[in-house]
């Protein structure tokens, strides 16, 4: 055998981000591409896991071959999927066939002996191949992106599509998670998980927010929780007779202070012990305490909570949508887009708008066209059925999770007119009056004076833009007039395609250079005094030829 396979502990720190080179693009099936996700979300999200703990992630030497590589593997099993990828040195994600493979992989490996550093004993999936000698064949990889396109690349291709469709649609298919990352996402989360059950041995791992719910673009965090409901429900099951027997625990005064306590201990356990975790921060003091952390491997930057069912659902909730009508992630993911240009959503949390809030914006904005493209959340829980019920934390959380009896809405406006109708509704929505609910998808009266106010669909007293800033508001509705005046503009003018120009999207998505608001005010304003004058005048002329009628009759 030439190849020995390490258990990889504890590497010291590396700078976080993933090389941003050209990378050749290794991956050609994607997840969402051709097919709309017609399965339910509880089914993926199980398979998915299941999948990943079966799979194991092996940081390779350079140059490998492929071939000899699988073939040593093998011997542990049939493998089922394979991938690599580049992220500071080369990656390989194997997915055997059965999850006995990965314990016999284990036990042929051995922990590293360093001449310099101790390594601190762990058993994970996450392992190193070392050649015994140099002599192996060099062979070319390829490898699968895990990056989105360069702004570049983008404006090419949007430069060069056939509509304002075909850009949004290119958009998506460039910027959506590929299958590939979507594996090494529920990979991370279920090896985080193997470090947590050292504490919560039936704990489960689970990611949320957009790595899950079809809105996720590459490179976006990955949002996870620790669901702990095994550990909580496994005793009410062993119950007999008289009796009843119960762990003996350890009380704190409330679920805020358990929630810390664990995140606490699992973030000195991820910190100390797990490797490929660094940077590890608790933050557990914040509204909802988590512990962030950079998974250096996949190259993710990881928000670790728990107690999160009421996310999971919400993230459910979008998976439903995104799957009901294909013109729905595409206009998401062209508005996520757009405000990121324009600097309406950040990375760092203040008082802009989140993408979460975006994507509930085009939602509601779906609901109001006639007919609605998308459904009401109340109509999604009246077809709900009795197994669809839940109940979380008292509030209720019900609607379908068949995405098959749900129908298909019977509208059939372009994405080109969903553009440019979006900015225009939201540049002149009464947001100083009106909130945004999807629950009813209906505008109601704000019931505070937050300058955004968007109806949390479950906790309905909350509103999920309670940190935006006026003046960040402002800048969104600002940026959204301007947009819906580019658009206006190009459909009498609209460049051709040689000329080399950005259009349709690509010119709405061009970071506005100082003074263009200012200027595109000024434009604004002559070609409302133009359109003021061409009503004058029309006026005028039907009154002259009103007048002309009467006097001739
Ligand atoms: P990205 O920007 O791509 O990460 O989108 P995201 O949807 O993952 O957003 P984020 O990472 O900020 O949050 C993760 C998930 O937490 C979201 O998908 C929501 O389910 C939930 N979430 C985020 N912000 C709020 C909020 O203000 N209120 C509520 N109720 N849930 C939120
Ligand atoms: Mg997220």
């Known amino acids: 055998q030439r190849f020995i396979v390490r258990l990889l502990s504890c590497p010291g720190t590396v700078a976080e981000d993933l090389r941003r080179d050209e990378q050749p693009s290794g991956s050609v099936e994607t997840g969402f591409e051709d097919k709309i996700p017609r399965k339910r979300f509880s089914e993926m999200q199980n398979e998915r896991r299941e999948q990943a703990q079966r799979t194991v992630l092996i940081h390779c030497p350079d140059k490998i071959s492929e071939n000899k590589f699988l073939k040593y593997l093998s011997q542990h099993g049939p493998i089922n999927n394979h991938f690599f990828y580049e992220s500071f040195g080369l990656y390989a994600v ?33 392992l190193s191949l070392k050649l015994k000698n140099q ?76 790595s899950v719910n079809t809105f996720g673009k590459l490179g976006c965090d990955l949002d996870m929780f620790l669901d702990l409901d095994e550990t909580r429900n496994l005793s009410s099951h062993k119950t007999s007779g008289n009796f009843l027997m119960e762990f003996q625990v350890k009380n704190v005064p409330s679920e805020r202070i358990a929630t810390q306590k664990i995140l606490s201990v699992i973030g000195e356990c991820l910190d100390h012990f797990g490797p490929g975790c660094v940077g590890v921060q608790k933050i557990l003091n914040a509204r909802c305490p988590l512990v962030r952390f950079s998974h250096q491997a996949s190259g ?53 708008i989140t993408n979460f809030s975006l994507t509930m914006m085009v939602i509601f904005f779906l609901q109001r066209r006639s007919p609605p493209i998308l459904p009401t959340l109340d109509s999604l829980k009246t077809l709900a059925d009795a197994e669809d ?48 609910n999807i629950r ?42 301007e947009s819906a005046w580019i658009l206006q503009q190009e459909d009498t003018h609209r460049p051709s395609i040689s000329s080399n120009q950005p259009w349709g999207l690509a010119a709405v998505l061009l970071p506005s250079v100082p003074n263009r608001a200012s200027l595109t005010k000024k434009k604004r304003k002559r070609s409302a005094n133009e359109r003021v004058k061409n009503l004058l005048e029309s006026l005028k002329s039907n009154r002259t030829a009103n007048f002309t009628e009467t006097n001739e009759k």
């Open 440 to 481: 009813q998808g209906r505008e109601q009266n704000k019931p505070d004076s937050s300058p955004l106010y968007i109806q949390n669909p479950f906790e309905t007293s909350l509103n999920i833009s309670k940190n935006v800033s006026q003046s960040q508001l402002q800048k969104f509705v600002d940026l959204a007039q």
């Open 300 to 352: 993710f930057q990881c928000d670790l909570t728990t107690n999160n069912k009421i996310a999971l659902t919400s993230s459910e909730l979008l998976y439903i949508y995104g799957a009901l009508d294909s013109r729905v992630r595409a206009l998401v993911f062209g508005i996520r887009c757009w405000a990121r240009a324009h600097s309406l959503t950040s990375s760092i949390p203040g008082a802009w």
């Open 135 to 210: 002599t192996s064949k060099q062979s070319c990889i390829q490898s699968s992106n895990q990056l989105p396109p360069s702004n570049r690349k983008l404006f090419e291709l949007l430069c060069y599509a056939e509509s304002v469709d075909d850009q949004l649609n290119t958009l998506l298919k460039e910027f959506q998670l590929t299958e590939e990352n979507t594996k090494l996402r529920y990979l991370t989360c279920s090896l985080i998980e193997d470090i947590a059950a050292a504490y919560f041995p039936d704990c489960v791992v689970r990611p949320f927010g957009s």
């Open 389 to 436: 019920k839940c109940i979380i934390e008292g509030n209720n959380c019900t609607f379908v999770h068949d995405l098959n009896r749900i129908k298909p809405s019977g509208n059939t406006e372009t994405l080109e007119l969903l553009l440019k109708e979006f900015f225009e509704y939201f540049g002149n929505f009464a947001f100083n009056k009106n909130s945004i």
């Open 94 to 126: 194997v997915e055997f066939c059965r999850k006995e493979s990965v314990g016999s992989l284990q036990n042929g490996t051995q922990t590293p002996n360093m001449a310099m550093e101790t390594a601190i004993p762990f058993r994970s999936r996450f």
